[in-house]
């Protein structure tokens, strides 16, 4: 099979690369990008003469549509704000396309992508992604769920906690802000609320979990938990419901005080000689200092805790993961959980294992059991602790 990556020089695009050229089912990998000075960071990967780079121009939908009808499936690890543009693309190549990011902005092409015979499938990454594939099956091991909250992360290894954030970048720092700014809707005594941006850092709901082998870290709410519990069929009985980022404590500390004061405006300042915003000043006056050093690695963390009833009995399904950079490619663990992820999918699609067309779901849509298998042959394990009580 032949599997395109839009976007397949940047960080997540070179670990979805590197895995599909492995691959024994990959005959080759078509590696698109807008600059492709980045291919010496991948050139020393194994199984590099399978990757044909190709430039692209991901505003064009005709380069896009021509590009994505020479592969079997593609994969979409662009800027949120061209998710549409390369949605239509496919659709009107004919072509399957597995994306990472939320999938709110591509939802009403279902009908679209079912006419033209193909499965889009986003919100395929590492989370959103592994947590909706793990949710997807844990509701299948209950017959009343009442607990489904969902917690993942990027954090520094401690020795690598040398700011005052104890935070470092392993994605796009300007996204980090773009996921501080919107609203998070919860479920709690089984009634829907919802914590808007200005108060993502100061609310009721920040806590802290104990994860194994780590410690404490802190719990921030973010994202749409409802949508997700009317999507699995369960929002009748749940009591409890959110999903939350982690990090290591003193995140929401530091960052409450500086939200109120607006330093995550959008609005340049009045009184300066150029129309420079604040979130501006912070994405450029903080990203060159929460890079990683060569010998440091992230840590993408995942935790997953479900409640519930099985055959008259409480029951309660803890799951975690934990993966860490690998340090002699360099790619980062967060890069890691979402371009393997994205591969995986893109070869279940393209070889049939995924046949149902629409807009997908990986909650719905992809296969427990295989996709798990897939992941552990990647040295990524998910941890799971079942607890019956009478």
């Known amino acids: 099979m032949k599997i395109a990556v839009i976007g397949g020089l940047g960080l997540q695009g070179r670990a979805a690369v590197a895995d599909l050229a492995r691959s024994e089912k990959v005959s080759e990998v078509i590696c698109a990008d807008a600059d492709l000075a980045g ?35 593609a994969i979409d690890l662009l800027p949120i ?17 597995v994306n990472t990011n939320y999938g709110k902005p591509v939802r009403h092409l279902h009908e679209a992508a079912e006419k033209a015979g193909i499965s889009l499938m986003p919100e395929c990454g590492l989370d959103p992604g592994i947590d909706l594939v793990l949710c997807g099956h844990a509701v299948t091991q209950f017959d009343e769920l009442h607990v489904l909250n969902s917690y993942c992360g990027g954090i520094p290894e401690k020795s690598a906690c040398d700011n005052p954030l104890n935070y470092k970048i392993s994605w796009n720092w300007d996204m980090v802000i773009t996921s501080q700014q919107r609203e998070s809707v919860f479920i709690k005594n089984s009634s829907v609320f919802t914590i808007p941006p200005g108060d993502q850092h100061d609310n009721e709901m920040i806590d802290q979990i104990n994860f194994p082998g780590l410690g404490n870290l802190e719990t921030v709410p973010n994202g749409n938990a409802v949508f997700y519990t009317e999507l699995l069929g369960v929002s009748d009985t749940i009591k409890h419901s959110g999903r939350y980022s982690l990090r290591w404590p003193g995140w929401c500390a530091f960052w409450a005080p500086l939200k109120k004061l607006d330093f995550f405006s959008n609005e340049p300042v009045k009184g300066l000689n150029s129309s420079v915003t604040p979130r501006q000043l912070m994405v450029k006056l903080l990203e060159p200092q929460l890079q990683y050093k060569d010998n440091e690695k992230d840590l993408a963390v995942m935790y997953n805790h479900f409640e519930g009833i ?50 997908l779901n990986p909650a719905a849509d992809v296969p427990y059991e295989s996709f798990m298998n897939e992941l552990a042959l990647r040295n990524i394990k998910v941890k799971e602790e079942v607890v019956l009580i009478d």
Do not use: C, W
């Open 310 to 359: 099985k055959d008259g009995k409480k029951k309660i399904i803890k799951s975690s993961l934990l993966i860490e950079r690998d340090m002699k490619t360099g790619l980062f663990a967060m890069s890691l959980g979402v371009g393997y992820t994205a591969s995986i999918a893109a070869q279940m699609i393209a070889s049939g294992e995924i046949s149902r067309k629409g807009v």
């Open 39 to 73: 291919l010496e960071m991948i050139k020393d990967f194994p199984n590099f003469d399978k990757v044909r780079a190709v430039k692209i121009d991901a505003g064009s939908r005709k380069e896009l549509a021509a590009l994505l009808k020479q592969a079997d499936a």
């Open 81 to 97: 704000h061209l998710m549409e543009n390369i949605f239509n693309a496919a659709i009107e190549a004919g072509v399957s396309l």
